[in-house]
């Protein structure tokens, strides 16, 4: 079965810090990893896809690497803002997922960014 | 561009009525899912539409039923609420099932006392 792990549960940082979230999973016959914001009593917003088959993306201060062999994604986010804080998701979409559970969730990081 | 749009957004049941969560999806996609979020457990997958015409069980899906009423439309029913059904509850939708990018609505929060 998927097992998603996010390190740390919860990170406070000054603003202006880079900073980086990570995220582990057992099984790397995945689609795709997918990473998430979640402000409080909200949705959920998609930051970065990133294909099976890919190594990167980027989205402005966001950039998202993924590592299939070693079951590793990690989301840095250059020159954090206040606007930054919220809980950030990993998501995998895994192949063998027998029961269908396509999306496994990790159960966050929440980001605080003090002025 | 509306997305992915859940009713309602809060709700409180007594143990033991019935109601239905509505979703809807304008972004044309074939597939949608319901999770449901509980502290610490993170998003677990109740039930899912591959396509229109089609159900299928997720992870945890005692106690719900579903509709895929059309390609836009997709329903969850609890149909004898449970204080352990207490959760918030996100519709989503992708492209198609399985390999594409997840778009989430905002949320149902429920309480059942």
């Known amino acids: 079965k998927q097992e998603v792990t996010q390190i740390p549960a919860a990170l406070s940082v000054p603003e202006g810090e880079n900073l980086v979230l990570n995220c582990s999973f057992t099984?790397?016959?995945?689609?795709?990893l997918q990473w998430f914001r979640q402000d409080p009593g909200k949705g959920l917003t998609s930051l970065l896809l990133?294909?099976?088959?890919?190594r990167e993306q980027t989205s402005g201060r966001l950039n998202a690497s993924l590592d299939k062999s070693s079951g590793r994604s990690t989301l840095y986010i250059a020159a954090s803002q206040p606007g930054d804080s919220a809980t950030y998701l990993c998501a995998v979409n895994g192949i063998n997922t027998g029961t269908a559970s396509k999306l496994t969730f990790g159960t966050g990081t929440r980001l605080q960014v003090t002025l | 561009n509306a997305g992915v749009t859940q009713t309602p957004k809060f709700q409180v049941l007594k143990t033991g009525q019935s109601m239905t969560l509505q979703c809807a999806q304008d972004?044309?996609?074939?597939?949608m899912y319901w999770y449901r979020q509980d502290p610490g457990m993170g998003l677990r997958l109740i039930y899912y539409s591959a396509s229109e015409g089609t159900t299928d069980k997720g992870e945890v899906p005692n106690g719900y039923n579903v509709s895929r009423l059309n390609k836009r439309e997709f329903s969850l029913r609890l149909e004898s609420a449970a204080p352990s059904q207490t959760s918030v509850y996100f519709c989503?939708?992708?492209?198609?099932?399985?390999?594409?990018?997840?778009?989430f609505g905002q949320g149902t929060r429920l309480t059942v006392v």
């Open positions: 989503a939708s992708s492209l198609t099932w399985g390999n594409t990018e997840a778009f």
């Open positions: 972004m044309n996609h074939n597939s």
């Open positions: 099984d790397s016959a995945i689609y795709n």
């Open positions: 990133i294909q099976s088959s890919q």
